[in-house]
């Protein structure tokens, strides 16, 4: 009796758990003005034959001057071509660059909207000009070689990666809570 009362128990923080995320879920959605990429240069699936600076304009002006706002460019054999850190003026962000071989690459960004809420998407475009550069293996921003791995692998455009990976982890939980119920509630039918 009291191992059921426990199971009881652990099966209500299950159920607990999923209303939070269900809510929070519902916060994200909620809290949807966040500052957009309103245009970039490259543009998405652009190609281009040459390029000095990447710029992305978003839709206010952008937080985070002391490096929260990150531009890097990977290029086709996955090294960095950005020569500096991106710099902010208002709603613009400027990433120099210098490319290399032609090939496919993206701009990966992360910024820090206005409401305060960061906000990233991916920019892939294709390069046709002569090799400028050989890259590097990390990026020569420091506050961007920091936070490659991050933004580098919600792999979605418009900044909806957030969302994306909410909806996958409160999917992950519902599946917990049905297999939990599954083992809970079985045996016990048949002992009673
Ligand atoms: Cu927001």
Do not use: K
């Given at each position: 009796m009291a191992s059921r009362d426990a199971l009881r128990r652990a099966l209500a923080g299950a159920v607990v758990v999923v209303a939070a995320?269900?809510?929070?879920?519902?916060?994200?959605?909620?809290?949807?003005?966040?500052?957009?990429?309103?245009?970039?240069?490259?543009?998405?699936?652009?190609?281009?034959?040459?390029?000095?600076?990447?710029?992305?304009?978003?839709?206010?002006?952008?937080?985070?001057?002391?490096?929260?706002?990150?531009?890097?460019?990977?290029?086709?054999?996955?090294?960095?071509?950005?020569?500096?850190?991106?710099?902010?003026?208002?709603?613009?962000?400027?990433?120099?660059?210098?490319?290399?071989?032609?090939g496919a690459y993206s701009v990966e960004w992360r910024a820090v909207s206005s409401d305060g809420h960061p906000v990233s998407g991916v920019i892939p475009f294709a390069y046709t000009g002569e090799s400028v550069s050989t890259g590097a293996e990390t990026s020569p921003c420091a506050s961007a070689a920091g936070a490659t791995e991050a933004a580098a692998e919600p792999a979605s455009t418009g900044g909806m990666s957030g969302l994306t990976l909410g909806l996958l982890l409160g999917g992950g939980v519902v599946v917990l809570v049905g297999v939990l119920l599954v083992f809970i509630l079985r045996p016990r039918s048949r002992e009673d």
């Open positions: 995320i269900t809510a929070a879920l519902g916060g994200a959605t909620a809290a949807s003005a966040h500052d957009s990429l309103v245009s970039s240069s490259p543009a998405e699936g652009d190609t281009v034959a040459a390029l000095s600076d990447v710029r992305l304009d978003f839709s206010a002006n952008l937080l985070g001057a002391d490096g929260g706002n990150i531009v890097i460019v990977v290029g086709p054999d996955g090294r960095h071509y950005e020569n500096a850190c991106a710099e902010l003026a208002g709603s613009t962000l400027t990433l120099p660059v210098a490319l290399g071989d032609p």
